[in-house]
């Protein structure tokens, strides 16, 4: 079964800058919508961005908005989650999440219900200050 596969994180300081990669397991595959979600521990699971197929539809979580940039570059089939002015309420454990969509709006409403099929593992993001 074709996975996410997550890369990047680690630790950074307040006010510093990270990139996540996500790509799909297989090159076989390529998921027209991908969302990046995070939890923290003892916290629910929070929507942080998603991009539908090159761009056409890019979302963002509130407390995101103005500070993680997501894109796609198709040559490799990569999705990037750019972090920046990072804060230690950041630190959470990020999860790609891939699956097909027919048109923006219904990656949009996946996005807001966190309904994708296939999940990663998931890496550590740890932001202190």
């Known amino acids: 079964q074709v996975q996410p596969v997550e890369s990047g994180g680690g630790s950074v300081q307040a006010g510093g800058s990270t990139r996540l990669s996500c790509v799909p397991s297989?090159?076989?595959?390529?998921?027209?919508?991908v969302g990046w979600f995070r939890q923290a521990p003892g916290k629910a699971r929070e929507a942080v961005a998603t991009?539908?197929?090159?761009?056409?539809?890019?979302y963002y979580g509130d407390s995101v908005k103005g500070r993680f940039t997501i894109s796609r570059d198709d040559t490799t089939d990569t999705v990037y989650l750019q972090m920046d002015s990072l804060k230690p309420e950041d630190s959470a454990m990020y999860f790609c999440?891939?699956?097909?969509?027919?048109?923006?709006?219904?990656?949009?409403?996946?996005?807001?219900?966190?309904?994708?099929?296939?999940w990663g593992r998931g890496t550590q993001v740890t932001v202190s200050s």
């Open positions: 999440a891939g699956d097909g969509a027919g048109y923006s709006r219904a990656c949009e409403a996946k996005f807001k219900n966190g309904d994708f099929r296939f």
């Open positions: 991009i539908y197929q090159s761009g056409f539809g890019t």
């Open positions: 297989s090159k076989l595959y390529s998921f027209a919508c």
